[in-house]
Nanobody, 128 residues
Framework: QVQLVESGGGLVQAGGSLRLSCAAS????????MGWFRQAPGKERDCVTG????????YYADSVKGRFTISRDNAKNTVYLQINSLKPEDTAVYYC?????????????????????WGQGTQVTVSS
């Protein structure tokens, strides 16, 4: 049974940084794409970033390019999201996600991604 547990969220001032972590269990992640979604109050849950199994290809939503960096440590079964230059509009619950099948995915795939595995989410709040 796949389980994803996020950590690292919190309250931060605009311009600050956070590093989110997603610890996976139930299977090794080294064959599967991983990613992060976020959902702000009253809005849909959107994919902000994804990373292919070997880390060789990443996707970023336009709204986070240049500020967010996704990485993975397959030996630790963990995915990270480094968030810099935080803005109040980044305030949301951030969810870790994992793909079910082995593959290498395009930007279009991540944009429309409906992953089968989710974490419980971690709140990020950015004050102005």
């Amino acid at each position: 049974q796949v389980q994803l547990v996020e950590s690292g969220g919190g309250l931060v001032q605009a311009g600050g940084s956070l590093r989110l972590s997603c610890a996976a269990s139930g299977r090794t992640i080294n064959s599967y794409a991983m990613g992060w979604f976020r959902q702000a109050p009253g809005k849909e849950r959107d994919c902000v970033t994804g990373i292919n199994s070997n880390g060789g290809r990443t996707y970023y939503a336009d709204s986070v390019k240049g500020r967010f960096t996704i990485s993975r440590d397959n030996a630790k079964n963990t995915v990270y999201l480094q968030i810099n230059s935080l803005k109040p509009e980044d305030t949301a619950v951030y969810y870790c996600a994992e793909e079910q099948t082995v593959g290498y995915y395009s930007d279009a795939y991540y944009y429309n991604w409906a992953p089968p595995y989710w974490g419980q989410g971690t709140q990020v709040t950015v004050s102005s």
